[in-house]
């Protein structure tokens, strides 16, 4: 299966799972900025994990389908039309040949995820797909998609794509009545990020830490994949030790210089020498993915086990989602 | 033989997150410190526990990062998968034999200093009131350590530079430092593996990458490295990037 970019949004990558094993040698992890959305769209086609997907950041966008193609998108940053018919999200939708398909911008959110049968067939550099733009390696020639991009599906099926593939095909668009959705996930639209305490948030002025647990912060303009500057109260220092460098990872939240909130994301840093006064629980980074400048987020706190147990509790969803499908189409 | 715990007990471990656990030796940086973190993280990565997925050894943390998925389904001692993951580390042997680490030669890093290529070394020598060609002298005669990697990738934190080049860094970063630029902020000395935007005082070039998606090893340097700079000039650099 082939489809051509005819218009990137603003920001296009290729993105997996992330690329985790360079770590070491200062390679960020890379990776879809709302991983679960990422996940769900390859789930719904009966993809394996591994799949890398297009990340769109908003719409504003369209492909051109060269062949037959089966599909599916989720996320919140587009809703995608054949001409005016809508598309579902969070399920396979086969397009026939030649069909135009745009994004068309939603104000819900920033990111949308397209993952198409086998999932689309780069090369891997360093253990993965993701597109990492600084150093220029992954997805397409290390850059964000362009105008002209073709972009061909990967040949190794899954016995469930060809299910799929077979149940959809004909002439005309069609996808089936059934959905995979992110609020069976137990993930509801909200602007309340859950977080834990960070290794140095007593280094922090109680009364600070209450305002960041009460105060509303809002994303500024230098925000990107690298991660997010969030205007609010400003964070004061009781403890002004140098912090040496030390592990940073996504959804570390680092206080500057100058007291602001700094959220990290799917392209930080390895290491960092901010000192981190909260850390975001896995399974609310996906709400993170999908904001977007001006937006306001609050904070609540959770503790460790908490959050670990709405991790595993996510992941045994995620397993059991995908092995409904394979039930009842293999 | 003992264990972790009992060899370091004054190691502090703390959650990164749910999928990662940090083990602190320490605050400061130090050969010493340098030599344990690399040691655990050789020890971890030897004996690796069910689910570990990397290590991001630093200056005096080893983190160390799993799924969660498959520590939780494991059978490593503890309720919540940081305590099993630090029981199961804290647990591991120290061998009593530790391998005797020989020293390797450093790393050469070939450099061309001055001119385009170090547009900050005239203004360093004056700064410290030296001639450039000491400057030079003094940069590439010490042996550095490669204390870590962070900042971007194959970015090795040196330590063991002369402390008499140390400067501030520019008021005004650069929009654009080329890869391989070798600079100096404060007491620190680097390399820039790639082109990025930046702050150090720009000495000289190397043309080696010190970042190549395409080698086995990346990064040209890796923690514990040495590492000592090459005077060359502008003729063999391009001589370098020729070959």
Known sequence: MQLTIIKPSVLSTIQDMGRWAYLSQAVPVSGPMDSLSARLANIALGNTEEAPVIEFTYGAAGFKVDTPAVIAYAGEGAILKFGNQLLPANRPIFIPVDSIISLQNSSRGSRTYLAIVGGFDVPTVLNSYSTYLPAQIGGVNGRALQTGDVLTSKENLTALNKVLINSLSGEHIAYPNWSVSKSAMGLQNTNVIRVMAGPETSWFDSSSVDRMLTSGFILSQQSNRMGYRLKGPVIERINTSELLSTAVTMGTIQVSG????????????????????????????????????????????????????????????????????????? | MQTLREYFPQLIVYPLNEKAITLQFGNTISANLLTQVTTVNQLILENPFPGLVTTVPAYSTLTVYYNPLKVYQSDLDGLYCFQKVSNCILSLNIPNSQKKITAQPPVIIPVCYGGEFGPDLEEVAAMHKLSVEAVIDIHSTAIYTVYMLGFVPGFAYLGGMDKTLASPRKATPRASVPAGSVGIAGEQTGVYPLQTPGGWQIIGRTPLSMFDATRTQPSLLKAGDRVQFEHISAREFKNYQAT
């Open chain 1, 258 to 330: 100058n007291g602001e909130l700094i959220l990290l994301m799917a392209d930080c840093q390895t290491t960092g020498g901010y000192p981190r006064i909260a850390q975001v629980a896995s399974v609310d980074l996906p709400l993170c993915g999908q904001l977007k400048p001006g937006d306001q987020i609050f904070f609540k706190q959770i503790s460790q086990a908490e959050a670990e147990m709405l991790y595993i509790e996510r992941e045994q969803n995620l397993q059991k989602l995908a092995a409904t499908l394979h039930a009842r189409f293999l």
